[in-house]
């Protein structure tokens, strides 16, 4: 059984910083990958991982701020310079797929395999 389980939101200070976890277990994939919806939108994603060679990208709005890596069975999204439009329920997805399919232009129809959120509220 596929379990994806994500920890570590909360709140924060703008300029603060945030790790989220997400335990991934029942299958090895990968493409392993962060989402987030932020208030009033669709869910979109933030960074994703390559497990094949370990390469990683990320969104354009959270470049130089957000760091995606992970351990053998953790997946983590480091989280600094936070913004208040960084808040949102972030979700980490999982899914089996080609090294060109593994990107941030892949959507959220694309994954199989979701957590089920946690959330992240930063303040001004």
């Known amino acids: 059984q596929v379990q994806l389980v994500e920890s570590g939101g909360g709140s924060a200070q703008a300029g603060g910083s945030l790790r989220l976890s997400c335990a991934i277990s029942?299958?090895?994939?990968?493409?392993i990958s962060w989402f987030r919806q932020q208030p009033g939108k669709g869910r979109g994603p933030v960074a994703i991982?390559?497990?094949?060679?370990?390469s990683t990208d990320v969104a354009d709005s959270v470049k130089g701020r957000f760091i995606i890596s992970r351990n053998q069975y953790t997946l983590y999204l480091q989280m600094n310079n936070l913004k208040p439009e960084d808040t949102a329920m972030y979700y980490c997805?999982?899914?089996?797929?080609?090294?060109?399919?593994?990107?941030?232009?892949?959507?959220?129809?694309?994954?199989?395999?979701w957590g089920q959120g946690t959330q992240v509220t930063v303040s001004s």
């Open positions: 997805a999982a899914k089996s797929s080609t090294w060109d399919q593994c990107s941030t232009n892949s959507g959220e129809d694309d994954y199989k395999y």
């Open positions: 029942g299958y090895s994939f990968n493409c």
């Open positions: 991982l390559r497990t094949g060679d370990w």
